[in-house]
């Protein structure tokens, strides 16, 4: 009994003031994806950013079918929308048509790019201050024995690298996670409209 007492006064722990850091290690966990959301506006900015999402891959496959009907468009005459569009074997006159809605498409689709991209920066700046700001508060509000087992190169850690993780690291993996997805949706609907389409005209007449 004496020999186990004097041994658990050499034990590594004992004495030892200063606490062990916690961290996660790998992928960051769908707690991490919702406060992000949460704190970079919650539903406001869902809505919104799904908003120009869906307006930004509509206008890019409107220019890509656009484009096919340009092509198609060789011999023949195109009626689109009940406007009648001359072949292009008939001049200038016709491509010029064709050019002023491809230039339009264009238009709107890099304007709604460039507004769902800023949305993101925006939302995760403030997704980055919100956190920040409760982050300062925490520290600022801690008890004196905080400050006495947590090394003071650790909190300036959580202040600096952990912060710039925060505003591009993981703005960054959100954005391109969300383009991922619309991106994946564009491609996903008009096939499974095609495919309805083609089996319909398959399927046998009854």
Avoid at 14 to 35: H, N
Wanted: charged share 20%; proline share 2%; aromatic share 16%.
């Amino acid at each position: 009994s004496d020999i186990d007492n004097n041994k658990s006064l050499f034990n590594d722990d004992f004495g030892k003031i200063m606490k062990d850091e916690e961290r996660q290690l790998g992928l960051s966990t769908f707690s991490t994806w919702i406060t992000w959301f949460y704190e970079a506006g919650g539903w406001t900015f869902t809505i919104v950013q799904v908003f120009f999402m869906t307006f930004d891959r509509a206008s890019y496959i409107f220019t890509e079918w656009w484009l096919a009907v340009w092509t198609k468009a060789t011999d023949e005459d195109q009626e689109i929308f009940g406007h009648e569009f001359k072949p292009q074997s008939d001049g200038r006159g016709a491509q010029f048509d064709f050019i002023k809605i491809y230039i339009l498409s264009t238009l709107i689709s890099t304007f709604c790019c460039v507004l769902r991209s800023i949305w993101v920066v925006l939302g995760g700046a403030r997704c980055s201050h919100s956190l920040h700001r409760q982050m300062l508060n925490r520290v600022l509000y801690a008890p004196m024995s905080y400050f006495e087992t947590t090394p003071l190169g650790r909190i300036l850690n959580r202040f600096t690298y952990d912060v710039e993780v925060l505003d591009v690291t993981l703005a960054q993996a959100m954005s391109v996670t969300l383009i991922a997805i619309s991106w994946f949706i564009a491609g996903v609907a008009p096939l499974h409209n095609r495919y309805i389409t083609f089996s319909e005209e398959k399927s046998p007449k009854t």
